[in-house]
């Protein structure tokens, strides 16, 4: 899935960043709302997961980025699982015809990247896969920067971040 070389100095830059992170105290309550609505959602991550060595957490972090959740959507880019993805990845998945299962689609979007019982799980192995579920854009462009993706997504820089002259939160 990702393209960057996972370096040890790539892991201890997802393992700083991660340690950084401060949930602000307005956004806790949205925080675990979704805590709890992925938790709720668990038995179906986990039913995929098993299938592929693949932690279910993960997948729901996947499946909370691509669609906001919803089961009625492709986990490879959010489209709807009445057809075949039109969005990149297009015509997936290949096998089967729609409509199709969300465990399915879902296992599809996992296998077609690589990832599974012999991918780096670690903290920081899971950070990497994360940001480069969408791209890893500036880490594979070897920028010194956090990759926009990932610190949206783990809000870990301060409130205005510059890379490079552009504002990245």
């Known amino acids: 899935m990702a393209k960057a070389a996972f370096t040890p100095a790539l892991q201890a830059e997802y393992e700083r960043l991660f340690n950084s992170c401060i949930i602000p105290s307005k956004n806790l ?5 979704l ?5 709720g959602n668990a038995p179906r991550y986990q039913s995929v997961a098993d299938q592929l060595g693949i932690p279910w957490f993960f997948i729901a972090a996947i499946h909370n980025m691509e669609s906001s959740q ?10 709807p699982l009445t ?11 290949k096998k ?20 599974g019982a012999k991918t780096d799980w670690s903290l920081a ?5 994360l940001e480069g579920y969408n791209g890893l854009g500036l880490q594979a ?7 926009p993706l990932f610190v949206v997504f783990f809000g870990s820089l301060h409130q205005r971040q510059i890379c490079g002259g552009r504002h990245l939160v």
């Open 29 to 33: 309550p949205s925080v675990e709302k």
């Open 35 to 39: 805590n709890d609505q992925l938790i």
């Open 70 to 79: 919803n089961f009625k959507a492709h986990l490879h880019n959010g489209d």
């Open 83 to 93: 057809a075949r993805t039109v969005q990149v990845p297009a015509g997936r998945p």
């Open 96 to 115: 089967g015809n729609p409509p199709f299962s969300w465990e399915g689609s879902a296992a599809d979007a996992l296998t077609m990247r690589g990832l």
């Open 125 to 129: 192995g899971m950070l990497y896969q």
């Open 141 to 147: 462009a070897s920028s010194p920067c956090a990759e």
